[in-house]
C-alpha cells in the first residue's frame, strides 16, 4: 500500500488532491470531545480514536492526513485552563497524523485555524494573532509536515497573516488558505471573493479555496465567483449540510421536522443530523465543483468515511473502503441475483 510521497504541488499539478476534514466534529459525535469550545483535548485523552478516524478518512480516499491542531493554539487553550500543554498537544497532533498517514503514502498536513481575537483595527490583536499563528507553524514545520493549511478564516487579514508566517517560517512549505464566507457572500472586512482571493495569491498561497460553514448547495456558487478572476489552484470543503439560499450557512439552518424542542431552537451544532447530506450529494457535488475548476476537493464539519468515500469515487478513485461500497444486487429483498428467493423478491413493494 506504500507509495511514492509526491509532494502536494506535484500531485495537484496530476489531477484532484483530497483532503479530508471534519475531525472535531466527527470526534465530538463519538463522544471523545466537548461541542461548544471545541478544542481537541481528545489529542492528550485519547489518541486512538484520533488514530481510527485518521485511519478511516485515508482509507476512504483522503490523500491528506490533516493534524488535529485545529483550535489548539494559544486562545483557544487559554479558554479551557491547559495553556501549559500546547505545544505538546500540537506536536502529538502532528505525530499521530504522521504514524497514520505513512503505510498510506499520504500527506501530512499542519492546521491553522481562526483565533477568534483578530480585530483589524486594534493592533494588540492583530500582533497577538500573528504570535499564535508563528509558533504553531515553528512546531509544525519543525515536524516535518508536507503542507500547512490555514483554514475557517472569515477575515481575509487574519488569513494573510496566517499565510505570511507560513511562508516567512519555511518559503518553499505548500500554503492552503481556505476561506469561510458566512451569511454575507464578503468577508468580515467586506472583502469580495475576487478581491480576497487576488491579496491571497499576491501574498504567496499555493492553493486558495473555501471550507466550512456553507453546504455543497450555496458553496457552488461562490467556487464560481472565485474562478472568474483566479487561475490558481482552488479548493473547495464545505460541510455536509443542506443549506439554501434561506439559511446558506450550517448556523443559520433550522430543522422544521424535528419533533421536540432543541435547545436555543438552533440545530447547529449537535442537532444537525437531519439535515446531512448523504453520499450520492456528496458525489454530486463533488463532479459540479470539478466542472467549475476545483482542483482540492474535501469535506468540512459534519463530514464521515462515507462521504469522502463518495467523494474519492467521484473523482473516478477506488480506495480502500470502495472494497466495501453498497452492492444492493446482493440484498434479501431489493436484489436481483438469481439464486435469491422468490418469497422475499416479490414481497418487496411491503417493505
Ligand atoms: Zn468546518
Redesign the pocket.
Known amino acids: 500500500m506504500v507509495t511514492e510521497r509526491k509532494g502536494l504541488m506535484d500531485r495537484l499539478a496530476e489531477g484532484p488532491v483530497t483532503l479530508a476534514?471534519?475531525y472535531?466534529?466527527e470526534l465530538e459525535r463519538r463522544g471523545h470531545l466537548q461541542a461548544g469550545a471545541f478544542v481537541p483535548e481528545v489529542v492528550a485523552e485519547n489518541p486512538d480514536a484520533v488514530r481510527m478516524l485518521t485511519r478511516e478518512f485515508l482509507a476512504a480516499g483522503s490523500d491528506i492526513a490533516l493534524a488535529l491542531t485545529y483550535y489548539a493554539h494559544r486562545e483557544k487553550m487559554r479558554l479551557i485552563g491547559r495553556e501549559d500543554e500546547l505545544e505538546p498537544m500540537n506536536r502529538a497532533a502532528i505525530r499521530l497524523a504522521r504514524d497514520v498517514a505513512h503505510p498510506f503514502g499520504a500527506l501530512v498536513a499542519g492546521d491553522l485555524s481562526n483565533t477568534n481575537i483578530y480585530d483589524p483595527d486594534d493592533a494588540d490583536s492583530v500582533a497577538a494573532v500573528r504570535q499564535i499563528f508563528r509558533e504553531q507553524v515553528a512546531w509544525a514545520v519543525d515536524e516535518g509536515v508536507d503542507l500547512i493549511v490555514a483554514?475557517?478564516l472569515s477575515y481575509a487579514g487574519e488569513a494573510v497573516i496566517a499565510l505570511e508566517e507560513i511562508k516567512a517560517a519555511a518559503p518553499d512549505m505548500p500554503a492552503v488558505v481556505n476561506l469561510?464566507f458566512h451569511r454575507p457572500r464578503v468577508t468580515r472586512e467586506d472583502w469580495t471573493v475576487a478581491q480576497s482571493f487576488r491579496r491571497l495569491e499576491e501574498a504567496g498561497a499555493d492553493v486558495i479555496g473555501l471550507?466550512?460553514?456553507r453546504g455543497p448547495q450555496t458553496m457552488l456558487p461562490l467556487l464560481a465567483e472565485a474562478r472568474d478572476s483566479y487561475k490558481g489552484h482552488l479548493a473547495a470543503?464545505p460541510?455536509p449540510y443542506r443549506t439554501d439560499d434561506s439559511h446558506p450557512t450550517f448556523q443559520s439552518l433550522d430543522d422544521p421536522g424535528c419533533s421536540c424542542a432543541i435547545p436555543g431552537d438552533r440545530p447547529f451544532p449537535v442537532a444537525l443530523d437531519a439535515l446531512t447530506c448523504n453520499r450520492y450529494e456528496i458525489a454530486a457535488f463533488t463532479a459540479a465543483a470539478k466542472d467549475i475548476g476545483v482542483t482540492l476537493f474535501g469535506l468540512?464539519?459534519?463530514a464521515a468515511p462515507h462521504h469522502m468515500r463518495a467523494m474519492a469515487e467521484a473523482l473516478g478513485r477506488m480506495p480502500p473502503a470502495s472494497r466495501y461500497s453498497a452492492d444492493m444486487s446482493k440484498h434479501f429483498a431489493f436484489g436481483s441475483v438469481a439464486s435469491l428467493k422468490a418469497v422475499n423478491t416479490d414481497y418487496v413493494q411491503n417493505l
Do not use: A, K, R
Request: hydrophobic share 25%; proline share 0%; net charge negative.
Open positions: 476534514e471534519g472535531l466534529f483554514e475557517t469561510s471550507n466550512c460553514q470543503l460541510v468540512c464539519c459534519g
